[in-house]
């Protein structure tokens, strides 16, 4: 796949970001993300088609946008800031002579000549038609429409009256006022609008200056260059001084200290790290200087996967939006057939004067608003999953929060999600004193191949005391997940490691045997997180049901579901009976499952929300919609907070954008609102929608 970068002008509101994204989608593009305040329009084509890139583009300029590569991604000496400041200079001789119509005050006559109102609104009018009418023409050739072609046909038909009056030297037809103002509020309403949004998608933009950084470049004559981050290349040797933020993904080569990493994982307490040790670009350093070897750049790296990753869930589909999006489809239609019977019912039946008719017509073209219904969902996902990022939470999908909010069911995984998962090599007893030296060469064989949390405690502790014998060889190793790991010695001895021996108080037993006979115990010692107990409750006092789901042995998970509070728990369960438990609950109600393990990506991918830790398996992250980038299960609490908030948050704006529309449009027909009033009040729709989605950066979690 190709990915293609562009700037398209021209995008005022959330309509035109669908037109667009739905214009791309059926020209063969994937992977779409648009940016509606800075204009920022990624998406990705089939490397090997050709011309598909100047067809994309074509159609998009078809819709009345224009498109510049990404390097000549500039703003235009016509921008909309210009378009609003000439309209506002040459729109206020129109509304000052309307004003002072309506006031005792002497007015001087120039205001009511009629070629000086159509001198004075033909500039506005000309920018309305250059700014609203190529959007508007560019859809009708679509076969589509959007908020555009309701102002333009209602300008164009307040302007043109007025023309008419003009030509036949008739002063009841003059309505110039109307038609310049009509442009200018929208205008203003498109600007604030457009530096609202900024609020929206300020975490992105937060994420993006973290990869503007500088890096000290290690030479070959030991002295240092500082270079942009841009121009690292992996195997760099870079050096980072206290107080410095890490420019890459990197592994310490030299050196250690303390890294504040809460800009990525929300996790407030530095990190010590030592040579040999990882680190996520980004992260600062507190203290200490380090020397690091560059391992991914760019897009590559951990916070190059981050941001694309934020894009994608800021920009994916909710229910909600599907409907909203469902009902705007239909929406600009539906109100240019109510404009046209309000003027065919205010004229021909109940017969009031044809300038009355008409802008009553045109007040219901104006002060409908389809943007309000549009921006409702992506201006709240836009902020809700900016915050969760900052939290420390990334969703990988736009629905993740409105799924997550309406669970039924959350089945909980146990080692490393409720527990510490880093467990402490305690000690070890053989039944037969001369067994000995044949037990740790089998043991270091076996857990070795193993990437379970206690063999990887058990490999540690043969590192750290040097123990490598493999003096009793053993083949055909094969780990069998939710059991341990077995082999055979060359003469056919089977031997065994796994299946606690028993367990209490947080110590683990594994048993080794011979042939079915246990020859050796292993103890290591694990704890409950702190935050699981309370993390566990809160969801239980919601009615959500807990199920604790592991494969460990049954007195393990028994111990940990009653310290917990978990009535219903499953033990000694393999990845295949993990997923066969999942599947039941789906079928019972909405269910999500936390997960951390290779183990558990089966039944992270089949649950309806699947979250995993980022520290965890690759594998595990990809099947999961929610990655939790630290380890404390109380974000997952903070995630269910902030996902009620955004949803309540959405539903507030279509509650908005629903009602304003119901009450406005007929109150327009009835000729209680004129057209200036109406264009007012479309503008302030689209700024309350956008206002409400803001607070939810302030809203406490």
Partial sequence: MKNIDWNVEG???????QKVRQQLEKCGADNIY????SGEVEFTVEEGRKGIVDQLKKAVQQLGFSVR???AAKEPVFSLK?????ATIFTLPLLLGHMLMMTPLPMPDIFMDRFFQLIVCLPVYLIGLQHFGTSALGALRSGTSNMDVLIFMGTTAAFFYSLTGTIINEPNYLFYETAATIITLVLAGNFIEKRAIKSTTSSINDLIKLQRIFALKLTEDGSTRKIPASEIKVGDQLLVNEGDQVPCDGVISEGHGNFDESLLTGESMPVFKKEGDSLVGASLLVNGNVTIKAKAVGGDSFLGKLIKLVKSAQNSKSGLQILADKISAVFVPLVILISILTFTISWFLVQIPLQNAIMNSVAVLVIACPCAMGLATPTAV??????????????RRGDSFERLVGINFLVLDKTGTLTEGNFAFEGIDFTDSQMESEALSVIYQLERRSNHPLARAINDHFTKEGWTDTSYQIKDIKEIAGYGVKGY???GEMYSIGGAAGSSNGLHRISLKKDGREIAKLTLADKLKEEAVESVQYFNKLGIETILLSGDREETTREVAEKLGINTYYSMHSPEQKLKVVEDYTKKGLTAMV???VNDSVALARADIGIAFSSTATLAMQSADLVLLNEKIDTLVNTHKLGQKTVTTIRQNLFWAFSYNIVAIPMAALGFLNPMAAAFFMAFSDLVVIGNSVRLKYKRI
């Avoid at 995008?11 to 970001?17: A, I, N, P, T």
């Avoid at 210009?82 to 000439?86: N, S, V």
């Fill in 489 to 491: 010695s060359p003469t």
């Fill in 82 to 86: 210009w378009k609003l400041i000439l």
């Fill in 34 to 37: 648009i940016d509606l305040a």
């Fill in 69 to 71: 590569d990404e390097q």
């Fill in 595 to 597: 997960g951390d393990g």
């Fill in 11 to 17: 995008m005022s509101c959330g309509g035109c970001v």
């Fill in 382 to 395: 836009m902020v809700g999953v900016g915050r969760a990022a900052k939290l420390g939470i990334l969703p």
